[in-house]
């Protein structure tokens, strides 16, 4: 499985980015697509999920209400809309394939820079 991450940048606080998640290859029900985050010396963190099973979604508690992750099966794609942006969500943001939420990545997507000004 490959994934290819884009729609990062600079926004000012309070505004808006959209995140997609192109992906190749094999995928099963299974499988749970995610973003994850990483901010300057700071760990990679779980943000959102989304089952592919049944669409179920999953949010670190941060960025719930504010943050939406949806699938697109016509394009394969998996994107990541970012409303009300904080200068805390800077972070070069990560799409990954899972087998539990958030955890046992089968595969990583290169990050994409998400740079929040206040």
């Known amino acids: 499985v490959q994934l290819q991450a884009s729609g990062g940048g600079l926004v000012q606080a309070g505004g808006s980015l959209r995140l997609s998640c192109a992906i190749s290859?094999?995928?099963?029900?299974?499988?749970?697509m995610n973003w994850f985050r990483q901010a300057p010396g700071k760990e990679r963190e779980f943000v959102a999920a989304?089952?592919?099973?049944?669409?179920?979604?999953y949010y670190t508690d941060s960025v719930k209400g504010r943050f939406t992750i949806s699938r697109d099966n016509a394009k394969n794609t998996v994107d990541l809309q970012m409303n009300s942006l904080k200068p805390e969500d800077t972070a070069v943001y990560y799409c990954a394939v899972t087998r539990n939420i958030g955890t046992d990545v089968i595969s990583w997507g290169q990050g994409t820079q998400v740079t929040v000004s206040s």
């Open positions: 989304i089952r592919r099973s049944n669409d179920r979604t």
């Open positions: 290859g094999r995928l099963y029900s299974s499988h749970i």
